[in-house]
């Protein structure tokens, strides 16, 4: 247990951005908001490791739902978290003991931090993607059996609805509509769960990995390389790929911003091309055609030099970056958990593979 | 005959030149900065009319590209109390206005700040009515404590018609003289960003008062009493000094816009990667259609992130006065720091003892300054290497810019050109002229005036043929409003975003028009 401060804060920002993967929305508004609860006389935001949490106890992520270019006009009035999570509390007839980020990558690893402040609810040191995804149903916690449903959307108006649904597809599909007509972004509070259900069901430490990441970006004392092979450390990572960006295939589909980027090598991977799909979230990495690196694993992208973290959205010709490749959680590698999150998924027409098996193969040619 | 007189007041460097209707260069001068920015434009202008016999009275137009404004935030002076009026209740209470600003520059701006109901949907519905009674309520509390106002409405890129009518209100409790801002006339979507921009606008009304009105003075002063007076954008167009009046933040950046249309006009290109190596850094832009391209990305102004206009400019530390660091175990580094405007007492070829690219050019034979038998034992070896890193280093720089792969045409400008390699990778041909020392003076003098309008259109709604004529309109309105010609006005930019997650094919659209000066407003 111990409490963060601004500078963890921003470190987690940064790291959340890193872990997107590409996508989930930028952190900065989410980062704001945390701060400005902080400065408004908010409570020191305490983060608990999951072996600290009480079994028995109920415990409830907050996020936001929506349109993240929405977010970036019209964010929360501020009290919306509390009040999902007191609603849902009433519906469940037990009192919440913390909460914790439903993703920890892009903005919704901040709105936690921001009930924390607020409330003196303690925030617990995991997530339920390991990662940013893009629809309620993909989480560790639905892998593990844990419902999203009774489920909790608000919007800064007044407006509030409890939803009962029958699969948590379903909440999905019934909570995108009402953010919609709520003006593409929403409160929510979901997952209720307990203790013991985090520490069988969630990802662990996700919250500290973010800020060892974003410490690693804000130390100047490092190099380049040094800041590279840190977050290949932290992460259990591998530096797939340096390269220059040299076209961007773009389009929105139903929503989603979907297309292809092509880097050309720069250093080490000089001569060689690699070709990232992306749908918000980055999905698929091809080097010269050979498949390197697939969802659920990560696929993140930062800065060559700076190694700051760059979303799909900031991608554009000339920009010079470094590839990462993540291994996902294990939870994500099963069978349930790949049906969920593969890529079949996707449209993708083959079946995962690990980036270690990946690799091995590549380097065994 | 008629002239027209330009001058940029650079952070080192005043510059004054004379053009003829012709647009040819007729005079020229430099001098340096002064503290007070005045005096150093008296000097220029007193300099620039010495070298001919052209009378100053037949000056019909001068124009000011000028840092004040920069150099106000940076320094955190001058700047006048803000109240400041988001019109977005019940949403956006989560982050107040000014949330993780300098404290020192909110203290140098000592707001006053109220989050009112209002604000539109991102599909165009309201977030909430503007409540009158409540604002005039807020207004009266803050009489006597703010000098300006600046009014920010969710969504207002999309619908300003609440900023106007809060504007309204404004105009009834402290009368219509009073100086406001609207983040619609200012910034793009990003309710924050252009807040804060917003807020850094109504900070400046005082500092470009002293602007406008110290320019004129000067010209006055050394007898230009002919001429009608502009100031300097950002975006390579004019403004008159009324309307320059309302919007100082649109003169930040305008230095370097300024040198990248000077290189234009010099090198007659209208699509090329501008590389301006003064002192102490190279500023690279890119030339799109005559005029420069505009920065993508949040640009911070005095550590406050906006998101107004501004030049997409890459700046990396290679200048004249760029240091060659030589370690003991025989490897260098370049920069980034320079010697700066001290080159002619520290640089080798002028007696000094530090090792600069200066003195690396002056070696390889390619400059002729100072004494170069006091570089004679500089390792050619050495220099060699030095240049191919500076190679390296710009041909990065440029690639960078580039939107698309291939070879671009390259404008050389500024004083420290000298240093640049004779030829760079990814560029078809190095464009150089003797006048390129001038540059950004140049820019400042063959400006036009322009106008932009933004909008979100739904192309379900609207036919898309007429949201663009809507939008050009609109665009030209705000042109002649600055002071330009009605039948010279033409469109430079149409940009159409598409916007994700929202339906109805909801479609940004950004016009950009320019034209000639208004010859009936002339002296």
Redesign the interface.
Known sequence: MRNLTKENIENIATGASFMGAGGGGNPY?GK??V???L??GGQPITLLDVTEVDPDALYIPVACM??P??M????????EFQKVIRALEKHLGKQVKGTFPIEAGGVNSMIPL?LAAQTGLPVVDCDSMGRAFPELQMTTLHLAGVRCAPMVVAD???NLSVLETVTDKWAELLARDMT?EM??TACVAQYASTGQQLQDGAIHGIVTKCEQIGAIVHDHKLGTQEKRQAIVEVTGGYHLFDG?V?DVIQK?VG???RGTIVLEGLNASTGQTMEISYQNENLVAHIDGQLVISVPDLICFADVDSLVPITTE?V?????MTVFGLPSDDKWRTEAGVDLVGPRYFGFDFDFVTVEELLHERGAK | MAYRLGIDVGGTNTDAVILDENNRVLAQTKTHTTEDIGSGIATAIQQVFADTEIAKEDVTIAMLGTTQCTNAIVERKKLISVGVLRV?????????PF??WDPELVAAIRPQTAIVSG?H???G?L??TVDEDKVRTVLEQWRGKVDAVAIVG??SALNADQEEQVRAVVAQVYGKDFPVSLSSAIGS????ERENATVLNSALFAVIEKVTSGFANSLRDVGVTNASLFLCQNDGTLMALDYAQKYPIFTIGSGPTNSIRGAAFLSELKDAIVLDIGGTTSDLGVLVNGFPRES??AVNVGGVKTNFRMPDINSIGIGGGTVVHQHDDGTFTVGPDSVGYRITEKALVFGGDVLTLTDVAVRLGKANLGDPEKVAHVDLDLAQKVEQQVKQMLE?AI???????GDVDLVLVGGGAIVAPATLNGVKQIHQDQLGAVANAIGATIAQVGGEYEKMYSYDAVDREDALADATEAAKQQALKAGARAETVKLVEMTET??????GNTTRVKAKVVGEIELDTLG
């Open positions: 508004i704001l908001m701060l400005a609860a400065e408004q929506g349109a270019s929405v970036m006009e019209k964010f929360p009035c501020g009290d921001v800064e108006k007044g919609v003006g593409a220059k040299v929105v929503g989603f911003n900031e554009k010709y000339g920009k010079r | 977005a209740a019940p949403a956006t209470h989560s982050i107040p949330t993780d604000g949907e991102y599909d519905r977030i909430a969710a969504f979507l990003g309710l924050i993508s990305i990065d690639d960078s810019m580039k939107t698309q792969a598409a916007i994700a997650y929202a339906p």
